[in-house]
């Protein structure tokens, strides 16, 4: 069975602190992968997205990494921010099974890293 | 940066009732999911939707589920006879290789 696992569930660290958060997947056959951020009771905002041939992607203090061989990303979240805090959820989007990329296949998402920034 | 845009908010509906919930994507994609997320629980996928017709669905999406795209804007997902489980989140995207996601509408049945 295909599935997404985060640790650690919550983090709570003083501003300023460089953080990691990880993402590991079963199946190594992944077609990308993707960081949201999701606010209490909103919606959930697209971070990074890594296609299965790269290696990293960067957004300003973010960077997101992806080692397909062993089954995991990374997010690094630098100089962080009490604006920061959310909860970051990883999804991965597996090679469709059907040929002719007439569809994209689902996403299928971790339980998510709840991420508290204190001042 | 055009978004997915999603209505009611929120939905209060009693047990047994119908319900649809409306999605527009954006305009010029051509893939259409809905999701769910039950307070606490993971985001689960429902339903993709692609030329007109279910590319794929989940368990979850049972005979009591339906989705739509009745004109050239708006996507729909439509409970027949809604159960206290069906309370969640529901989260309509749309999208080629990324995903662009609503900000959801949060159904509560009582």
């Known amino acids: 069975k295909q599935e997404v696992t985060q640790i650690p569930a919550a983090l709570s660290v003083p501003e300023g602190e460089n953080l990691v958060l990880n993402c590991s997947f079963t199946d190594s056959a992944i077609y990308n992968l993707q960081w949201f951020r999701q606010d209490p009771g909103k919606g959930l905002t697209s971070l990074l997205l890594?296609?299965?041939?790269?290696r990293e992607q960067t957004s300003g203090r973010l960077n997101a990494s992806l080692d397909k061989s062993s089954g995991r990303s990374t997010l690094y979240i630098a100089a962080s921010q009490p604006g920061d805090s959310a909860t970051y959820l990883c999804a991965v989007r597996w090679t469709p099974p059907y040929a002719g990329g007439t569809s994209y296949g689902k996403l299928t998402f971790g339980q998510g890293t709840i991420l508290t920034v204190h001042p | 940066e055009p978004e997915v845009t999603q209505t009611p908010s929120h939905q209060v509906t009693q047990m047994g009732q119908e319900v649809i919930l409306r999605c527009v994507p954006i305009s010029n994609h051509l893939y259409f999911y809905w999701y769910r997320q039950i307070l606490g629980q993971k985001v689960e996928f429902l339903v993709s939707?692609?030329?007109?017709?279910?590319?794929?669905k989940s368990e979850i999406f049972d005979d009591q589920f339906s989705v739509e795209r009745p004109d050239g804007s708006n996507f729909t997902l439509k409970i027949r006879s809604t159960k206290l489980e069906d309370s969640a989140m529901y989260f309509c995207?749309?999208?080629?290789?990324?995903?662009?996601f609503g900000q959801g509408t949060r159904l509560t049945v009582v």
């Open positions: 995207a749309s999208g080629d290789s990324r995903g662009f």
């Open positions: 890594i296609q299965s041939s790269q």
């Open positions: 939707f692609y030329n007109n017709e279910i590319s794929e």
